[in-house]
């Protein structure tokens, strides 16, 4: 199975400012990431997929990137209702394997 | 609207078998790649089985040879049948369908199993 490594595995930032958060898999997944946020007893929710594309509905201030085995997700202006925990999914091949999720307090 | 309904959790000793139901709505269940994701207690989240809607199936490394995913049309329902059940398999169970790809588009509320006696 394809090995996902995010970091860091917290953080903690201010209102407004921009956050970055790394995954890095085992071997190349030709963009094939998600990123989503799961907030504390609730169901996780799909934020970005394809490494950058929108989903649709969530804020602009999310935005992804990378290639190859190594993807960001950015927050550029954090709020509080970002506070949450967010994990990168690779779905390149089965089974899917996550990140071991990064904590983003505010 | 797409809706993703578990159920089927409990407690369940050590050793013991359950079936987890994800009743689905909205959508036919046997036309989409549909999966199982756990999450234990204040623990990250884990694929455990995927069924492609041509039927091929892929299960995790921790559960291969003790759960098996399975699909009913008529009931427009996804199973989750879960044998040989062990403390580490204590969880909240989320069934989740793949919108447009293969990314997890949809989520249910996710039913709680736990292990132990």
């Known amino acids: 199975d394809i090995q996902m490594t995010q970091s860091p595995s917290s953080l903690c930032a201010s209102v407004g400012e921009r956050v970055t958060i790394t995954c890095r898999a085992s071997?190349?997944?030709?963009?094939?990431l998600a990123w989503y946020q799961q907030k504390p007893g609730e169901a996780p929710k799909l934020l970005l997929y394809?490494?950058?594309t929108l989903e649709s509905g969530v804020p602009s201030r999310f935005s992804g990137s990378g290639s190859g085995t190594d993807y960001t997700l950015a927050v550029s202006s954090l709020q509080p209702e970002d506070a949450a925990t967010y994990y990168c999914?690779?779905?390149?091949?089965?089974?899917?394997?996550f990140g071991q999720g990064t904590k983003v307090e505010v | 609207e797409v809706q993703l309904v578990e159920s089927g959790g409990g407690l369940i000793q050590p050793g013991g078998s359950l079936r987890l139901s994800c009743a689905a709505s909205?959508?036919?269940?046997?036309?989409?790649?549909m999966t199982w994701v756990r999450q234990a207690p204040g623990k990250g989240l884990e694929c455990v089985s995927v069924?492609?809607?041509?039927?091929?199936?892929y299960y995790a490394d921790s559960v291969k040879g003790r759960f098996s995913i399975s699909r009913d049309n008529s009931r427009n329902t996804l199973y989750l049948q879960m044998n040989s059940l062990r403390a580490e398999d204590t969880a909240v169970y989320y069934c989740?369908?793949?919108?447009?790809?293969?990314?997890?588009?949809?989520w249910g509320q996710g039913t709680l199993v736990i292990v132990s006696s």
């Open positions: 071997q190349g997944i030709t963009n094939s």
């Open positions: 394809g490494a950058s």
């Open positions: 999914q690779q779905y390149y091949s089965a089974p899917q394997t």
């Open positions: 989740a369908r793949a919108s447009g790809g293969y990314h997890l588009g949809y």
């Open positions: 069924i492609y809607g041509g039927g091929t199936i």
């Open positions: 909205g959508f036919t269940v046997s036309t989409n790649y």
